[in-house]
């Protein structure tokens, strides 16, 4: 099996490499660094920069999948110019890889790409699964879902030898980073504390999971829209205090008002205050074990 990542040199690409590495697979990744070189069997890099329409085509050489994770982080202060990064670095990059693709007929087994639980209305109260239709202008981050998903199946139609598959990410919980890490050092000083009624629903992934289902997608072929999220959700007061009881601390600060942590970070609060319970019905019907089930054992494992 060969693999091709986009974004590879992310927390969640390099995951999926080295989980992939393990499996024995080789793997190509796509970098706009044309100074990366690999010193590991059976991993190399290649060139590209999707806005010059320029790529190493020997990127495709033997592939079999595809898996597309390019994209600009979303934790950043959202300028116009930032939302313009991160709406085009989605979409023109998608296209730019699907369109080389097809042009030079390359005959690929299994295309994925990543998308998220923003496809859905922020809701206290909707379970989505992958049978509900995605909201309809409700969020700026739901506008790069609902434009970036429309990419692919335009491709879809266009190769229809190729298996596509779209993975609807929730909140991934990785040492490195994010909310995991921010909270965990937060925490450790007694600052952490819910922002707004911490009500909100946090639909959860543990890496190594997340890893696993791309990876088990591309030997499958898996086709269809999947939402890769744990199956069991949790209110955002209630990931807090599990991070704090973690490490031994509690929350003693009252709940942060929306309206300040916006006035600090933008429409940025946008990540941090949406509300999604999402279920992966899709993943329980493939029949995908999970190592990380449930939130403290995620915790535990993150900590070890």
Same mark, same amino acid.
């Given at each position: 099996?060969?693999?091709? #990542?986009?974004?590879?040199?992310?927390?969640?690409?390099? +995951? #999926?490499?080295?989980?992939?590495?393990?499996?024995?697979?080789?793997?190509?990744?796509?970098?706009?660094?044309? =100074?990366?070189?690999?010193?590991?069997?059976?991993?190399?890099?290649?060139?590209?920069?999707?806005?010059?329409? %320029? !790529?190493? *085509?020997?990127?495709?050489?033997?592939?079999?999948?595809?898996?597309?994770?390019?994209?600009?982080?979303?934790?950043?202060?959202?300028?116009?110019?930032?939302?313009?990064?991160?709406?085009?670095?989605?979409?023109?990059?998608?296209?730019?890889?699907?369109?080389?693709?097809?042009?030079?007929?390359?005959?690929?087994?299994?295309?994925?790409?990543?998308?998220?639980?923003?496809?859905?209305?922020?809701?206290?109260?909707?379970?989505?699964?992958?049978?509900?239709?995605?909201?309809?202008?409700?969020?700026?981050? &739901?506008?790069?879902?609902?434009?970036?998903?429309?990419? %692919?199946?335009?491709?879809?139609?266009?190769?229809?030898?190729? =298996?596509?598959?779209?993975?609807?990410?929730? #909140?991934?919980?990785?040492?490195?980073?994010?909310?995991?890490?921010?909270?965990?050092?937060?925490?450790?000083?007694?600052?952490?504390?819910?922002?707004?009624?911490?009500?909100?629903?946090?639909?959860?992934?543990?890496?190594?999971?997340?890893?696993?289902?791309? !990876?088990?997608?591309?030997?499958?072929?898996?086709?269809? @829209?999947?939402?890769? @999220?744990?199956? &069991?959700?949790?209110?955002?007061?209630?990931?807090?205090?599990?991070?704090?009881?973690?490490?031994?601390?509690?929350?003693?600060?009252?709940?942060?008002?929306?309206?300040?942590?916006?006035?600090?970070?933008? +429409?940025?609060?946008? %990540? #941090?205050?949406?509300? *999604?319970?999402?279920?992966?019905?899709?993943?329980?019907?493939?029949?995908?074990?999970?190592?990380?089930?449930?939130?403290?054992?995620?915790?535990?494992?993150? =900590?070890?």
């Amino acid at each position: 099996m060969k693999l091709l #990542i986009t974004g590879g040199t992310g927390i969640i690409g390099q +995951e #999926i490499i080295n989980l992939s590495l393990i499996e024995g697979f080789n793997v190509n990744v796509l970098t706009r660094d044309k =100074s990366l070189r690999s010193k590991r069997a059976g991993l190399k890099y290649f060139y590209w920069n999707p806005d010059a329409k %320029v !790529i190493n *085509h020997e990127c495709f050489e033997g592939v079999n999948a595809v898996i597309n994770l390019s994209g600009f982080n979303i934790i950043n202060y959202w300028s116009k110019k930032n939302k313009l990064n991160i709406l085009n670095s989605r979409v023109r990059s998608t296209e730019f890889i699907l369109s080389e693709i097809n042009k030079r007929n390359i005959k690929l087994k299994t295309f994925i790409s990543a998308s998220g639980i923003a496809a859905y209305k922020s809701s206290y109260s909707n379970f989505y699964t992958e049978n509900d239709s995605m909201s309809d202008k409700n969020s700026f981050l &739901n506008q790069v879902v609902v434009k970036w998903e429309s990419k %692919v199946l335009e491709y879809k139609k266009e190769m229809p030898s190729t =298996s596509f598959s779209i993975m609807r990410i929730g #909140i991934v919980l990785y040492r490195e980073g994010g909310i995991y890490k921010i909270s965990n050092n937060l925490g450790r000083f007694y600052l952490l504390s819910p922002i707004g009624d911490g009500k909100q629903w946090q639909s959860w992934i543990h890496i190594n999971d997340l890893a696993r289902a791309f !990876i088990i997608s591309s030997k499958e072929s898996w086709e269809g @829209v999947y939402n890769l @999220v744990s199956p &069991n959700p949790v209110t955002q007061k209630v990931m807090l205090e599990s991070i704090a009881k973690n490490i031994n601390r509690k929350i003693i600060f009252p709940n942060i008002p929306v309206k300040l942590v916006s006035l600090l970070l933008g +429409e940025v609060i946008e %990540v #941090i205050n949406s509300s *999604h319970k999402v279920d992966a019905q899709m993943l329980r019907l493939k029949g995908f074990r999970y190592n990380f089930s449930n939130l403290e054992q995620a915790l535990t494992n993150l =900590s070890s």
